[in-house]
């Protein structure tokens, strides 16, 4: 199988920030951080990031410093964490989800909280990914309130990127769900499934599941072709890999040469599976059927597997 590159970076990759991981346990310099004028804060309200420019089309991340920052930070149930540094330039993230309308909180014309995937492509990469690695740590520290072990209430540390628990003291991490995704082929056609999940009758992309425990991303790769679609896969060619927090995701993606062409769907993961041709995925709108996102990595997949 001839290695296909990745044609450029994926969606939510590629951030700016240098994560500053030494910088987590010096409680002097976070207290410091937390209080400069010219710190930023990206906040986050239930799951959705601040921005600019949305209603124009032309989305950017919007992020608060000073007095406006202080004042989020100290609204009802507030939780931070650092995210690292921007140059020089500290940069947190603040989830306001506990109050109900947070737009009071914030300067005018700081913007509005948006869904992250509505606005992904068309808001710059390095934007992305930082709202992107906000989000997901936000959520994260949302479900972790309580120990995993024994139930009792966890405080955050490390600057907000490990919870513990005050009981037991286990340290709880942030948590990233390993998930193959990858397109299988056949020569000239690509395996392509639709599921009841997808936001259209017509959507047909990659077929994805989770790793399993003591699983390689390999074997997880063909079972979750054979589980849903039937076909036996062989070689497996890695391309590249994209951060999906909606809500706690690694995708990484491959390719996948099939051995069998006969579909035996699993009515439980797909309503349809068919092979479709390079010149039918070029020209998909005249055959009755569309891609996934462009921000996704599913697309990434196809595209350059068409261009190969």
């Given at each position: 199988m001839t290695p296909i590159a990745a044609s450029r970076p994926n969606i939510y990759t590629g951030s700016p920030l240098d994560r500053a991981v030494e910088k987590r346990e010096d409680a002097a310099w976070i207290a410091a951080a937390l209080d400069h004028a010219e710190t930023?804060?990206?906040?986050?309200?239930?799951?959705?990031?601040?921005?600019?420019?949305?209603?124009?089309?032309?989305?950017?991340?919007?992020?608060?410093?000073?007095?406006?920052?202080?004042?989020?930070?100290?609204?009802?149930?507030?939780?931070?964490?650092?995210?690292?540094?921007?140059?020089?330039?500290?940069?947190?993230?603040?989830?306001?989800?506990?109050?109900?309308?947070?737009?009071?909180?914030?300067?005018?014309?700081?913007?509005?909280?948006t869904d992250l995937r509505a606005v992904a492509g068309l808001l710059a990469g390095p934007e992305a990914a930082m709202l992107a690695h906000a989000r997901g740590l936000m959520h994260w520290r949302s479900r972790h309130r309580f120990c995993g072990a024994c139930g009792a209430v966890c405080e955050a540390r490390s600057a907000g990127n490990v919870m513990q628990c005050t009981a037991c003291h286990s340290s709880h991490f942030p948590r990233t769900d390993p998930a193959v995704i990858m397109l299988v082929h056949n020569g000239d056609a690509a395996l392509l499934g639709h599921s009841s999940r997808f936001p259209t009758t017509t959507l047909y992309s990659t077929l994805a599941g989770f790793?399993?425990?003591?699983?390689?991303?390999?074997?997880?790769?063909?079972?979750?072709?054979?589980?849903?679609?039937?076909?036996?896969?062989?070689?497996?060619?890695?391309?590249?890999?994209?951060?999906?927090?909606?809500?706690?995701?690694?995708?990484?993606?491959?390719?996948?040469?099939?051995?069998?062409?006969?579909?035996?769907?699993?009515?439980?993961?797909?309503?349809?599976?068919?092979?479709?041709?390079?010149?039918?995925?070029?020209?998909?709108?005249?055959?009755?059927?569309?891609?996934?996102?462009?921000?996704?990595?599913?697309?990434?997949?196809?595209?350059?597997?068409?261009?190969?």
């Open positions: 930023l804060f990206a906040p986050v309200w239930r799951s959705r990031n601040l921005m600019r420019g949305v209603a124009e089309g032309r989305p950017e991340a919007a992020f608060v410093a000073g007095e406006a920052a202080a004042l989020l930070r100290r609204s009802a149930a507030a939780s931070w964490a650092l995210l690292g540094l921007l140059g020089r330039q500290p940069v947190f993230a603040v989830d306001v989800s506990a109050v109900e309308d947070p737009l009071p909180l914030l300067p005018p014309g700081a913007g509005a909280f790793v399993e425990p003591g699983e390689s991303l390999e074997e997880a790769v063909a079972r979750e072709v054979h589980e849903e679609a039937g076909v036996q896969v062989g070689r497996v060619q890695y391309h590249s890999s994209q951060p999906w927090p909606f809500p706690a995701s690694i995708m990484l993606g491959f390719y996948a040469e099939a051995l069998s062409e006969e579909i035996t769907i699993d009515g439980n993961e797909l309503q349809d599976a068919r092979w479709f041709t390079r010149a039918q995925i070029r020209d998909h709108h005249a055959h009755g059927f569309n891609l996934p996102r462009r921000d996704s990595i599913a697309r990434r997949l196809i595209e350059d597997w068409v261009a190969a």
